[in-house]
């Protein structure tokens, strides 16, 4: 399948911890890539490769991957984390790329 | 820095020829391994990747869009064109143009983007 699967919505108490995932048969053989968009903005890139952050992205943002999943973890979820977030890879034939259908964290 | 600004028409008819162009700064195709993809995103919806120019001119397109799709340098060197042919309404979206730094055989990954233009598609 050349689809990456996300669940619609996630909500996390502020402070705790919180994991979104991302499904898809090319996980298994690509590092996912995960973004941040926040209403009416352009999205920003958090995590990519085995786990790397962009300068700029808090530590509490980590990525991890089993199998055909990847997840990003969010340790100590803040107000300002609330936002969609996306996975993004590269599909596992033909070189394109895919997008997740995307994570709306609420941060109660 | 990078930026990275796109441009053309926010409302243009069905059936008509879209023409986007991304305007950039901060970076060159004259680097190994750098491309330039667009993404769109319809409102409220989620983010669809359309296509990507590598520095060699390589080109890469998605799939289900393939057909209606060209992506080209432009005529000035720091620009990439977007070219979508047969629009329709359900191709109104806002319209994202995103850096690559570089290439790799294990990660997609856009670091920078452009703050997207919202296209309508209405008679």
């Known amino acids: 399948s050349s689809e990456l699967t996300q669940d619609p919505a996630v909500s996390v108490a502020l402070g705790q911890t919180v994991r979104i995932t991302c499904q898809g048969d090319?996980?298994?053989?690509?590092?996912t890539t995960w973004y941040q968009q926040k209403p009416g903005q352009a999205p920003v890139l958090v995590i990519y490769?085995?786990?790397n952050r962009p300068s700029g992205i808090p530590d509490r943002f980590s990525g991890s991957s089993s199998g055909t999943t990847a997840s990003l973890t969010v340790t100590g979820a803040q107000a300002e984390d609330e936002a969609d977030y996306y996975c993004?890879?590269?599909?596992?034939?033909?070189?394109?790329?895919?997008f997740g259908g995307g994570t709306k964290l609420t941060v109660l | 820095q990078i930026t990275l600004k796109e441009s053309g028409p926010t409302l243009v008819k069905p059936t008509q020829t879209l023409t986007l162009t991304c305007t950039f700064s901060?970076?060159?195709?004259?680097?190994?391994?750098?491309?330039v993809g667009w993404i769109r995103q319809p409102p409220g919806k989620a983010l669809e990747w359309l296509a990507l120019?590598?520095?060699?001119?390589?080109?890469r397109y998605s799939p289900s869009l393939r057909s209606r799709l060209t992506i080209t340098k432009g005529t000035s060197e720091n620009q990439v064109r977007l070219i979508m042919t047969d629009m329709d309404p359900l191709d109104t979206a806002t319209y994202y143009c995103a850096h690559q730094p570089d290439y790799s055989n294990y990660y997609v990954r856009f670091d920078s983007w452009g703050q997207g233009i919202l296209v309508t598609v209405s008679s």
């Open positions: 090319s996980l298994s053989t690509y590092y």
């Open positions: 901060g970076f060159s195709f004259n680097t190994r391994g750098v491309s």
């Open positions: 490769g085995k786990n």
């Open positions: 993004n890879s590269r599909a596992s034939i033909g070189d394109h790329v895919l």
């Open positions: 120019i590598y520095w060699d001119d390589d080109r």
